[in-house]
């Protein structure tokens, strides 16, 4: 398996555009994970997904901040509109329930 | 509820020297116990794990123990070297059931830094 895949690796966009980030699993893996790494806040989990539902988005920060996973190999993360507060590095992680989570290489978000 | 509280960094060692890096948790079942690490650029990666009680985990010269009775998971390493630079997570994966399952709880990270 190649791993858990994100994509773009870099993103520049301009405050109020509409930002989505994506993230491929592994296959097999029941949960997913999307975190939010900044220097001031550290490694905060915005929500994540068992069984493409989603468990618990209370880590999601605003209205502006959406999440799906309309099947078992694929998450979106958007934000509409973007704001410069949101520049911050993106991880997706998957695992099966009670093993180690494999983490994605990371989207890092700049917003201007 | 379910937490991990690690020493506050960042942490600066001249090669071979022996580290430490304090992580102590708090958990309402029965938790798995992780570190991981993660290098300039790039994701988490897992450096060991433990799964119950007693249990170390090692990799790469690197040890910890889950030692219940302390609920603590302190990472170890007899001597470092410069490419171990890293920022370190704790983290605990609470395998009771209800809406936590499968979840991980990290530390901060703690920044480390060595020299030659």
């Known amino acids: 398996d190649a791993g858990v895949i994100q994509s773009p690796r870099h993103e520049v966009t301009e405050m109020g555009q509409e930002v989505t980030l994506r993230c491929k699993p592994i296959s097999g893996h029941d949960y997913l994970f999307w975190y939010r790494q900044t220097m001031m806040r550290g490694l905060e989990l915005l929500i994540y997904?068992?069984?493409?539902?989603?468990?618990?988005d209370s880590g999601m920060p605003e209205d502006r901040f959406s999440a799906k996973m309309p099947n078992a190999s694929f998450s979106n993360l958007k934000i509409q509109p973007s704001e410069p507060r949101d520049s911050a590095v993106y991880f997706c992680?998957?695992?099966?329930?009670?093993?180690?989570?494999?983490f994605g290489q990371g989207t890092r978000l700049t917003v201007v | 509820g379910n937490s991990v509280t690690q020493m506050e960094g960042p942490v600066t060692l001249s090669e071979e020297a022996f580290l430490t890096i304090n992580c102590t948790y708090t958990?309402?079942?029965?938790?798995?116990l992780f570190w991981y690490v993660q290098y300039p650029g790039e994701g988490l990666q897992l450096l060991l794990k433990a799964t119950k009680a007693d249990d170390k985990g090692s990799n790469k010269g690197f040890e910890a123990t889950y030692r219940k009775e302390t609920t603590s998971f302190h990472l170890e390493k007899g001597s470092v070297q410069v490419s171990d630079s890293a920022v370190y997570f704790c983290a605990l994966s609470d395998r009771s059931r209800g809406s936590t399952l499968g979840r991980l709880y990290f530390g901060r990270g703690t920044q480390l830094t060595v020299w030659p």
């Open positions: 958990a309402t079942g029965y938790p798995s």
């Open positions: 992680a998957s695992t099966s329930r009670g093993t180690e989570a494999f």
């Open positions: 997904f068992n069984n493409n539902v989603p468990i618990d």
